[in-house]
């Protein structure tokens, strides 16, 4: 089957906001985020397209990405990531055995390496996957509605991995996987968390520390020098 990339860009970047509008559009090192991310992806060959879900009515990716070569944009961006994917997926006219590769337009630093080690372990399996990390910090649950939060709880660390993209899983079961989360009113903010609601179990394959999910006001400053 065929790989088409889909890039959810329909976002209104609530925690970096500052004013400058969507955070997919700032530039980093000159360019808008967005352009880094969607060159990430045109950069592996395996790929045949690109199709990147922005909000209807939202011009910018469309100008932006006039012309280039195996880039689609649609306007076909939901109220949640998850209805954005799903949306574009719809749209996509794919084959159930045709292979679909999500990835945030907010991570722009995924490195060539990481990507194709992704799809490699993927092509073989009957599931797909997703890049992550193992988690290196002692991870903290904090108490509910307190001003100065406490700790409730310490999770144990061992066996955790944070969920990054791309994740990659065949058109079929993606479609599957996001028809029975919608039925049982759930709203997974991934599209492993769509697939593990049917029972698959995606496999994790390891990421990089420069595929951050730019959220945080510092997290541009560190994605211009990891960029520039
Ligand atoms: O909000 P968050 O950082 O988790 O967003 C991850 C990705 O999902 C971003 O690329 C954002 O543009 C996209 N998104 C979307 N549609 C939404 C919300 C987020 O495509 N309604």
Redesign the pocket.
């Known amino acids: 089957g065929r790989l088409t990339a889909i890039?959810?860009?329909?976002?209104?970047?609530?925690?970096a906001a500052d004013g400058t509008g969507?955070?997919?559009y700032r530039p980093i090192a000159g360019t808008a985020m967005?352009v880094h991310?969607v060159r990430a992806l045109l950069a592996e060959p395996r790929i045949d397209r690109v199709l990147v879900?922005?909000?209807p009515g939202d011009a910018q990716a469309a100008n932006l990405l006039a012309g280039v070569a195996r880039v689609q944009v649609l306007a076909c961006?939901?109220?949640?990531?998850?209805?954005?994917?799903a949306n574009a997926l719809a749209a996509a006219g794919l084959a159930g055995d045709d292979w679909v590769l999500v990835?945030?337009?907010?991570?722009p630093g995924l490195p060539a390496d990481a990507l194709a080690a992704l799809i490699d372990a993927c092509l073989p399996d009957p599931v797909g996957g997703l890049l992550a990390l193992p988690v290196a910090d002692t991870v903290k649950r904090a108490g509910e509605g307190e001003a100065a939060p406490r700790v409730e709880a310490t999770l144990s660390r061992e066996h955790l991995w944070q969920a990054q993209?791309p994740q990659m899983f065949r058109a079929g079961l993606l479609s599957e996987a996001f028809a029975r989360v919608r039925a049982r009113g759930e709203a997974p903010?991934d599209e492993a968390g769509a697939v593990e609601a049917l029972g698959a179990r995606p496999l994790l394959v390891r990421g990089s520390f420069a595929n951050l999910?730019?959220?945080w006001p510092q997290d541009f400053i560190w994605m211009e020098k990891w960029l520039g």
Do not use: F
């Open positions: 890039v959810p860009a329909a976002g209104v970047g609530a925690r969507p955070k997919q967005l991310t879900a922005v909000a961006g939901g109220a949640t990531r998850y209805d954005s994917v990835h945030d337009a907010a991570r993209t903010t999910k730019v959220t």
